[in-house]
């Protein structure tokens, strides 16, 4: 079992940069997974934090706008977003398995099997 606890969410306006952190406790995971899921839409994959194919990914989507950095020593991965647009308003997930394939499968939602509640993102023009 892993659990999941996203913090850092909020409203920016167009430009403005935000630190998305992700906190987990219980059993080490495979890897870590950032998603992220606007109204109306589907879930979407953002970044990849996969230690032991030391694999850090980023969507194309967001443009070389969103980077991750784990803590040190710590269980929390952060997603670092910077030059945020209204397109990046959403709710941000942090999904963790400790399945290999579903990470070299990372983008596909379907097999994850930890998930936390979600942070809220509006990004404001």
């Known amino acids: 079992r892993v659990d999941l606890v996203e913090s850092g969410g909020g409203s920016v306006q167009t430009g403005g940069s935000l630190r998305l952190s992700c906190a987990s406790s219980g059993d080490i995971p495979e890897c870590m997974v950032w998603f992220r899921q606007a109204p109306g839409k589907e879930r979407e994959g953002v970044a990849l934090f996969w230690p032991a194919r030391a694999r850090r990914d980023v969507a194309d989507s967001v443009k070389g706008r969103v980077a991750i950095s784990p803590d040190s020593g710590t269980t929390t991965l952060n997603l670092l977003m910077t030059s945020l647009q209204p397109e990046d308003t959403g709710k941000y997930y942090c999904?963790?398995?400790?399945?290999?394939?579903?990470?070299?499968?990372?983008?596909?939602?379907?097999?994850?099997?930890?998930w936390g509640r979600g942070t809220q993102v509006s990004v404001s023009s």
């Open positions: 999904a963790a398995t400790t399945t290999r394939y579903v990470c070299s499968e990372w983008t596909d939602k379907r097999g994850y099997t930890y």
